[in-house]
């Protein structure tokens, strides 16, 4: 009887202690909030601003260096438009031999119309008149005798006379002109070109009528 007591006894007293021990002991999951809870809240605050912060990489920098960059949409073969463009208003300069009447140094009609356009637009360009050289240069007093006439006829309508000794000048044609033989074969391939293409042409509007 004694014996049964003391066992109920002890096992009263080890489940009161077994639950005294489990309230004053937290569960595991609640002991990492305590130490987070812990952490002083200034440091906390930097470290989050710290975390939170992502430099400013400007869009110049993100594009790379300015030499390894695509060139912007038509500026490499708008470059060559405008060198031709250039180089077909500086030819509007240039008063060609068959400009002349034969050997001398008289300007043509169509020579004296194109001295007027020149005369309109040589101050607003910067282009050179030329006057062309003749073939190899055998006749140097020839040139020199056209140069002469252009700069009197230029001065004649109003230009400056400094202005333009400076700028009429005797030098080769920007693109050589065809011999005889090249100039013959060049009109006929034209004009066969033009024949039979009015032939087709005509044979088209043929065939169409034909199916209508």
């Known amino acids: 009887m004694n014996r049964h007591k003391r066992i109920l006894q002890t096992g009263l007293t080890n489940g009161t202690r077994g639950q005294r021990i489990s309230e004053s002991t937290p569960p595991k999951e609640h002991r990492g909030w305590r130490c987070f809870a812990a952490i002083p809240w200034g440091l906390l605050s930097v470290v989050l601003l710290v975390g939170c912060h992502t ?9 790379g260096p300015v030499y390894d960059r695509p060139f912007p949409l038509g500026q490499v073969t708008d470059a060559h438009w405008e060198t031709m463009q250039t180089n077909a208003e500086a030819a509007d300069f240039i008063f060609y031999d068959h400009e002349f009447v034969g050997q001398t140094a008289d300007l ?20 050179p008149v030329v006057v062309e050289e003749s073939p190899r240069g055998e006749n140097p007093q020839l040139d020199e005798a056209r140069r002469q006439t252009i700069v009197n006829q230029l001065v004649q309508l109003g230009l400056n006379r400094e202005m333009v000794e400076a700028r009429v000048v005797v ?20 004009l066969l070109d033009s024949q039979y293409g009015t032939g087709f042409r005509g044979m088209n509007r043929g065939f169409s009528g034909w199916r209508r």
């Not at 693109?175 to 100039?183: Q, R």
């Open 55 to 63: 430099p400013k990489v400007s869009h110049e920098a993100k594009m």
């Open 108 to 127: 043509t009609p169509l020579g004296r119309k194109h001295l007027l356009s020149v005369a309109l637009r040589l101050e607003h360009v910067p282009f």
């Open 171 to 190: 030098a080769p044609a920007f693109t050589e002109g065809l011999s005889a033989i090249e100039g013959e074969a060049a009109y006929y391939s034209t």
